[in-house]
């Protein structure tokens, strides 16, 4: 299958791809290669620049809610924008609101930045922002950290456990490949190379390991690899389509969607490849992953009943719930880091 084909199964890179053709002139684009080196900096992290009067503070839930709060991506405002809710599906809200395509949100470990992918600077890259009293601190662009060349895109953001590193998705000329960046756009380096498509990049709770998905072997397979791009090894070797891993808290299992069984379900393996699990049973399509900080629940986008929505499950499967309930498409829910 070609690249094009491939990136349909990604739902919120596909809705986003056709914005990477604009570019933005007088930027010096991603490089093709780079050195990687050992991700192992005791340093503080670096802090992307934001207007010095706001104070970031984070987007508690309502008073007796509890659960804590869930970013996800909706078209219920005509672009595809971020927003934020706490996990019984109350007090909805946008975090985002630019005539742009947003999407993939990564907390900071603190919780109090986000990284996503967006095509607000006239190509799809990724930027870092403060979230400030449940928005962002910036729409303009402001903490842009990739500058894709037209028509290759940077996306999948996901922030490393110790605040250091995001590690990302970026189109090359033959599939893509995973980097790494600090959060203030410096000391880029490329993790993976080769001609296949690698997306999806999770860190394991430690922040020795990333969990992504390649197709390298001829179908989509989840891999793990040490942080530095070394000692990759296949986790999963089924003709299906696997993708989007998600670690859970206490680094024991990698949940994951597959088609394995005919359509898109979540699943979860440890980060041996022993012990595959089942999560999900259901006609609907279940998609993106993400485990609640105590790591009791999983949060998960579906179209079971009709058009995709958040839902909420236990670690084990049961009990799912729906919490979003309109017209439009929600899909990639991710927890906010500091909620239990």
Same mark, same amino acid.
């Given at each position: ?25 007088? $930027? ?82 603190? &919780? $109090? ?31 842009? $950290? ?6 290759? &895109? ?6 490393? *456990? ?47 390991? $990333? ?77 993106? *992953? ?28 049961? &009990? ?21």
């Amino acid at each position: 299958m070609d690249l094009g084909f491939r990136l349909i199964r990604s739902i919120t890179v596909v809705l986003l791809l056709s914005s990477c053709a604009g570019g933005t002139p007088g $930027l010096t684009p991603d490089p093709l290669s780079a050195t990687a080196v050992a991700v192992t900096s005791t340093a503080p992290p670096p802090t992307a620049t934001v207007a010095p009067t706001l104070t970031p503070t984070p987007p508690p839930p309502l008073p007796g809610t509890g659960g804590g709060v869930i970013a996800f991506v909706s078209n219920r405002t005509g672009n595809h924008d971020l927003f934020l809710m706490n996990a019984d599906g109350s007090d909805q809200r946008p975090l985002s609101s630019a005539e742009a395509q947003e999407g993939w949100v990564s907390w900071s470990p603190d &919780g $109090l930045r986000i990284a996503f992918q967006s095509d607000r600077s006239g190509a799809l890259n990724v930027h870092v922002v403060d979230v400030v009293n449940g928005v962002l601190a910036s729409e303009d662009g402001m903490g842009r $950290l990739t500058n894709s060349l037209p028509g290759r &895109g940077s996306w999948e953001p996901a922030w490393s *456990p110790d605040g250091m590193w995001i590690a990302y998705s970026s189109q090359q000329a033959a599939g893509s490949d995973i980097f790494l960046v600090r959060p203030d756009g410096t000391a880029r380096q490329r993790l993976t190379d080769n001609d296949a498509l690698d997306g999806t990049p999770a860190w394991s709770p430690d922040g020795t390991r $990333l969990a992504i998905f390649s197709d390298r072997d001829g179908s989509w397979n989840l891999y793990v690899m040490n942080a530095d791009g070394s000692q990759e090894r296949r986790l999963t070797a089924d003709a299906a389509e696997d993708s989007a891993p998600a670690w859970s808290p206490d680094g024991n299992w990698i949940a994951f969607m597959s088609d394995r069984d005919g359509n898109p379900e979540i699943y979860q393996i440890p980060p041996d490849g022993t012990g595959l699990t089942r999560l999900t049973h259901h006609a609907g399509e279940d998609w993106f *992953p993400s485990w609640s900080p105590d790591g009791t629940r999983i949060a998960f986008s579906s179209n079971r009943d009709g058009n995709h929505e958040i839902y909420l499950m236990n670690s084990d499967g049961g &009990g799912a719930q729906r919490i979003t309930d309109n017209a439009a498409e929600d899909w990639s829910p991710v927890w906010w880091p500091a909620a239990g």
